[in-house]
């Protein structure tokens, strides 16, 4: 099992990512560091920023090139600017019309994948001085503890995979970490990190669970294994 986060693909809309630092042929390296590591019978977890598409209809040539031109299974979480993500009964709706049968949809549930429970939620920012972030912090905190009960249900071993990162530079979110530690988590996998910011991505044990980085420009664009 892998998880690679942030892809950041726009074949259905304007959004080049050359312009940033490091992101020339981004979709190019994707698919070469992607299929020279995944076999087809692998998973693989895509935690958040999938697509720049506004809409759920606006994903599908985003969609056709993940399930199409990538081996494997694929997992989505969502990202900050996964705009387009529906409810999930929408979102499965949408890839059986399409025909995307290698795709599916974490949202408040698990999958049982090789042993593992497969786990998670967007999470959110590392401040609640705001009753705004108060409020989303709490939401996503109750996501991962849904998303967890369901794993410990189909009795995998439980590994968590978050869009933001719990801990970053000296910040913790204890709303999230909280809940890891309830359930007993010992490896979490998380993105949205990029450029300079990596500096401040903590890779490592922290209060018992092991974290780790997994956006694209910060693991050259390469699937990382998820740890047995």
Known sequence: MFVLGDLHLSFGSDKPMDIFRGWDNHVEKITSGWNDMVEDNDTVVVNGDISWAMSLEKTEKDFEYINNRLNGYKIFIKGNHDYWWSTKAKMDGFLLNKGFDRIRILSNNS??????????TRGWIND??????????????????????????????????THYPPVFGG???????????????????????????????????????RFHIASCDCVEFKPVRVEP
């Not at 009960?149 to 995979?161: I, T």
């Open 111 to 120: 999958f049982l994948i090789d042993g593992v429970s497969v786990c998670g």
């Open 128 to 161: 609640d001085s705001v009753e705004f972030d108060v409020k989303l912090l709490n939401r996503e905190a109750g996501r991962l503890e849904m998303s967890l009960k369901e794993g410990a249900r189909l009795g995998g071993r439980l590994v968590a995979f």
């Open 171 to 209: 910040e913790k979110n204890y709303y999230i970490i909280d809940v890891l530690k309830k359930f007993g988590v010992k490896d979490c996998y998380y993105g949205h990190v990029h450029g300079p910011a990596v500096k401040k991505a903590f890779t490592g044990e922290y209060d018992g669970i």
